[in-house]
């Protein structure tokens, strides 16, 4: 059974965006100046969020939930890529299969997972094309605006641990996922990612059942999907079925034509002018964002205020910094709890307002593998990568 576009309608309560960003108080974040009014509705396990797309399901999380280190399970950001995204699978029958170059093929149940032990990482999950909304030029694909990322609590069994249990053969070249979700027509590419054999037996990559230590909800991959920390969820294989070791490269669609951009610091090209070498996509960059107070706030003169925001790196957040108005020197904000080096790094500023008026307040952070966010946004044909130093405007009176 798949899930039709009126199953979807009959189940998903569709809402007004003024009326669930008033009760709220999660209102969208960004601006997109070709976008039309904001739709949005509560699928199945699923606070109102904002419609990008409902076939597939494209659903982003509203923008208060990252006032929080740990993204709730209810508000976690939904990306498929096939309209016929599978229904809940059934434990009884579900099974992992694990084959191809390995000397002892394998199908595991989820209580055979639970029985390997259990791994954990704190770690974003940010869609290659979070912010594509943002873009200018304005470029095809999904109309992200910020919220296309959450940070997870992820449990489940090491891959690296699967594939030794299956035995992988020496002339191994790479590891491919694929997923139960299936494509509207027989000739649409199958939905399969690949990781190097080496990556794939990194100790940090997981096949995770659980999320926030509960068990993954049905719209982000249940029962299990792959986990890949410090890279982009285009990785993340979903709703998990099939692991196959490989002896040579995949040529398959999803990695060879999908999810390209440029070869150069991150991802940055010309309109006018395309670069010919592309290469697939892979770990994330530095970001850092303000989640309170909201845009356009109003703040009293001669009070302290607490600017709060979150960073995150394919490796590490080791700084943040904090300016005051246009020219206003980088000062270091505070770090918080560091949950691992795939995880949000909550930051905070304590700000004494100098003068009544606008101000302008921007935030950039230094990632240990990502390296400063940039004054300016770059710009590639897929929308992938956005990157630079926000901003926040706040009204002193």
């Known amino acids: 059974m798949t899930m039709t576009r009126r199953d979807w309608m009959a189940r998903a309560t569709t809402l007004s965006a003024g009326g669930v960003a008033l009760a709220s108080g999660c209102a969208p974040r960004g601006t997109n100046p070709a976008a039309e009014t904001d739709s949005f509705a509560r699928f199945p396990g699923k606070v109102a969020m904002r419609v990008v797309n409902d ?53 595991l149940s989820m209580a055979d997972l639970e029985r390997m032990g259990a ?56 590891v491919a996922f694929d997923g139960l979700d299936v494509g509207p027509l027989a000739s649409t590419p199958d939905f399969v990612k690949t990781l190097s054999i080496d990556h794939a037996l990194s100790p940090e990559v997981l096949v995770a059942h659980s999320m926030n230590n509960q068990p993954l909800p049905w719209l982000n991959g249940f029962p299990a999907r792959l986990v890949v920390p410090g890279w982009y969820a285009t990785y993340w294989v979903k709703a998990l079925a099939r692991i196959t070791v490989l002896p040579r490269p995949f040529d398959g669609y999803w990695m060879t034509k999908a999810y390209k951009l440029p070869k150069t610091p991150n991802g940055v090209e010309d ?47 080791q700084r943040v910094e904090v300016s005051v108005d246009p020219v206003g020197p980088w000062q270091d904000a505070i770090l918080g709890d560091d949950l691992g080096p795939f995880s949000f790094r909550r930051w905070r500023f304590v700000w004494n307002p100098p003068s009544t008026g606008v101000h302008r307040l921007r935030v950039r952070a230094t990632g240990r593998v990502g390296g400063v966010q940039p004054e300016t946004p770059g710009w590639n044909r897929g929308g992938y990568m956005r990157n630079v130093v926000e901003q926040l405007t706040i009204n002193v009176v």
Request: hydrophobic letters at 40%; glycine letters at 8%; aromatic letters at 8%.
């Open 119 to 174: 791994s954990e990482v704190v770690a974003v999950n940010q869609c290659s094309g979070n912010s594509r909304a943002l873009f200018t030029p304005r470029v095809a694909g999904a109309q992200w605006r910020d919220g296309a990322m959450g940070n997870a609590r992820w449990g489940g069994v090491a891959l690296a641990k699967l594939l030794r249990a299956a035995g992988v053969k020496k002339d191994a070249d790479c």
């Open 271 to 317: 309109p006018g002018r395309l670069a010919a070498d592309l290469v697939p996509i892979s770990r994330l960059n530095t970001r850092s964002f303000f989640t309170s107070p909201d845009p356009d706030s109003t703040l009293p003169l001669n009070q302290t205020s607490l600017i709060e925001g979150i960073a995150f790196d394919g490796g590490g957040v």
């Open 55 to 107: 076939r597939p399901p494209c659903l982003e999380t509203p923008w208060s939930y990252y006032r929080t280190d740990i993204t709730p399970n209810e508000a976690f950001y939904v990306r498929w890529h096939l309209q016929a995204i599978p229904p809940p699978a059934d434990l009884a029958t579900w099974r992992l299969k694990i084959d191809g170059a390995v000397e002892r093929p394998l199908e």
